[in-house]
């Protein structure tokens, strides 16, 4: 997380991006969300010493300036290639740490770190089929990644293929149970199928994890605003947003909502989804009680 103005900023921004894509998505939109592949950072070094980012914007660029003078230097280095596309992500600057990584993927097609980098990069660039198909390639059936596997549901999520999203979210969860990212990804994977009961209890989990972050926080409040409950929106995104911002953040989704007519249809759908829960009739039996309470999809 990055301080300062610098901070203050992307803290204002964030929010509302996952907003605007969440609300497009209900509508069929596959426009990338705001970094829910996990980055090129998480778990991209494997064993590798990572050098941490600052967390000034002015000593960011001079981090990032730094760094890539040394790639320049020494392009074979994987760490140095590595910790500079890390540098030009935090900068936002993704184009061009796709290019250093595919550059470095190139120079170890079978490195697996590498090839999970770069297939997040590409990512986070919007190269979705690219960056699946490298992603396929950046772990192995014997030894998965976590981390990878979250960026395949995402780019699953953001092709519209939710189903198999939630698979890799699941197995990605098997070998980091309850890692909150996971979790919110696996949150807004149900959001974009309208199932926003599931929705918020997945994220609700996530953001009661102590390593959860804003985003995971900001991606619960988007969800309870997509139901209606703007006041429990508002008090989640307090937790990392000034009163202020919380309400011009909720009141921004109000205004998406509105002018999107989301909203109306994710009601239709919800009245659809009881109507049909009244009309089945109860199993009987000892099994009776033991009903699932997962939305149906559609």
Same mark, same amino acid.
């Given at each position: 997380?990055?301080?300062?103005?610098?901070?203050?900023?992307?803290?204002?921004?964030?929010?509302?991006?996952?907003?605007?894509?969440?609300?497009?998505?209900?509508?069929?939109?596959?426009?990338?969300?705001?970094?829910?592949?996990?980055?090129?950072?998480?778990?991209?070094?494997?064993?590798?010493?990572?050098?941490?980012?600052?967390?000034?914007?002015?000593?960011?660029?001079?981090?990032?300036?730094?760094?890539?003078?040394?790639?320049?230097?020494?392009?074979?280095?994987?760490?140095?290639?590595?910790?500079?596309?890390?540098?030009?992500?935090?900068?936002?600057?993704?184009?061009?740490?796709?290019?250093?990584?595919?550059?470095?993927?190139?120079?170890? *097609? =079978? /490195?697996?770190? %590498? #090839?999970?980098?770069? !297939?997040? @990069?590409? +990512?986070?660039?919007?190269? $979705?089929?690219? &960056?699946?198909?490298?992603?396929?390639?950046?772990?192995?059936?014997?030894?998965?990644?976590?981390?990878?596997?979250?960026?395949?549901?995402?780019?699953?999520?953001?092709?519209?293929?939710?189903?198999?999203?939630?698979?890799?979210?699941?197995?990605?969860?098997?070998?980091? *149970? =309850? /890692?909150?990212? %996971? #979790?919110?990804?696996? !949150?807004? @994977?149900? +959001?974009?199928?309208?199932? $926003?009961?599931? &929705?918020?209890?997945?994220?609700?989990?996530?953001?009661?994890?102590?390593?959860?972050?804003?985003?995971?926080?900001?991606?619960?409040?988007?969800?309870?605003?997509?139901?209606?409950?703007?006041?429990?929106?508002?008090?989640?995104?307090?937790?990392?947003?000034?009163?202020?911002?919380?309400?011009?953040? %909720?009141?921004?989704?109000?205004?998406?909502?509105?002018?999107?007519?989301?909203?109306?249809?994710?009601?239709?759908?919800?009245?659809?989804?009881?109507?049909?829960?009244?009309?089945?009739?109860?199993?009987?039996?000892?099994?009776?009680?033991?009903?699932?309470?997962?939305?149906?999809?559609?």
């Amino acid at each position: 997380m990055f301080s300062s103005n610098f901070a203050a900023s992307r803290r204002r921004s964030a929010p509302s991006a996952l907003a605007i894509c969440a609300l497009l998505a209900l509508s069929g939109c596959t426009q990338p969300f705001s970094d829910i592949t996990g980055s090129i950072g998480a778990g991209s070094l494997g064993a590798t010493r990572r050098a941490e980012l600052p967390t000034d914007e002015a000593q960011l660029r001079r981090f990032a300036e730094e760094w890539g003078h040394r790639f320049d230097a020494d392009p074979k280095n994987k760490s140095v290639a590595l910790t500079y596309a890390r540098a030009l992500h935090a900068l936002d600057r993704n184009v061009q740490a796709v290019a250093v990584l595919q550059g470095l993927a190139i120079r170890y *097609p =079978d /490195d697996l770190a %590498v #090839l999970g980098a770069y !297939g997040k @990069s590409l +990512a986070d660039a919007g190269r $979705l089929r690219e &960056a699946a198909d490298v992603l396929s390639r950046a772990h192995t059936p014997e030894r998965p990644d976590w981390s990878v596997l979250s960026a395949q549901g995402s780019i699953a999520d953001q092709l519209g293929h939710h189903e198999e999203a939630r698979d890799y979210y699941q197995t990605a969860l098997k070998i980091k *149970p =309850d /890692d909150p990212k %996971v #979790l919110s990804n696996l !949150g807004l @994977s149900y +959001a974009l199928s309208k199932q $926003l009961p599931q &929705a918020e209890s997945t994220l609700l989990t996530a953001a009661a994890q102590p390593a959860a972050d804003m985003r995971v926080r900001q991606n619960l409040a988007l969800v309870l605003a997509l139901q209606g409950k703007f006041d429990e929106a508002e008090n989640w995104s307090r937790y990392d947003l000034s009163p202020i911002d919380a309400a011009a953040n %909720v009141a921004s989704i109000r205004q998406m909502i509105a002018q999107s007519n989301s909203w109306r249809e994710i009601q239709i759908y919800s009245e659809k989804t009881k109507r049909k829960s009244a009309e089945t009739p109860a199993p009987r039996g000892k099994l009776g009680a033991l009903t699932s309470s997962a939305t149906s999809p559609e």
